[in-house]
Structure formats: structure tokens, C-alpha cells
């Protein structure tokens, strides 16, 4: 049951429900597997973690292109008012 127990756990998307999880710890029967599904439980909340920051900053990201995306506009804006005003003297 270790490395396949560990691995289907880890690769799991969706998030077990307290029931499910107890049906899942109540069919071990060996200290060893305990660990193992301790270790996947831990390994899966440090992924959680880090996938959780990384959207942070992707998210970061996005509104600073944003951002970025308005000046420009704005800057395009103001240089066309620019040549118009050239224009017309």
C-alpha cells in the first residue's frame, strides 16, 4: 500500500470529505501505511500551499499588465490628441 497509496493520494484533485477520509485511515491496518498517508496528507497541503502562492503572484501579474495595458492606452490616447492639435495649426 505505500508508494501507490501515496501517489493516488497525492494525485487526488478533489478534496476528500472528513467521512472519506476517515473510511480511508480506518482500513489501515499497519503503522507503516499510517505514516505513508500521513506523509501524502502533508505532501498534498504543501502542494496546496505552494499552488496558492503561485496563483497569488500570477494574479499579481495579471493586474500589473493590466495596469501596464492602461497607460498605454492612455499614453496612445494623448499622442493622437497631440498630432490632431499639430494638425490643425
Request: glycine content about 4%; charged content about 30%; hydrophobic content about 35%.
Amino acid at each position: 500500500m505505500g508508494y501507490y497509496a501515496i501517489t493516488n493520494l497525492i494525485n487526488r484533485k478533489d478534496n476528500m470529505s472528513k467521512e472519506t477520509m476517515k473510511k480511508t485511515i480506518d482500513t489501515i491496518q499497519s503503522a507503516d501505511s499510517m505514516k505513508a498517508v500521513k506523509v501524502a496528507f502533508e505532501l498534498s497541503e504543501s502542494i496546496q500551499d505552494s499552488v496558492t502562492k503561485v496563483m497569488q503572484i500570477v494574479g499579481g501579474n495579471v493586474d500589473n499588465i493590466n495596469l501596464l495595458a492602461q497607460r498605454i492606452n492612455d499614453l496612445e490616447i494623448k499622442i493622437r490628441n497631440l498630432s490632431d492639435e499639430q494638425r490643425k495649426n
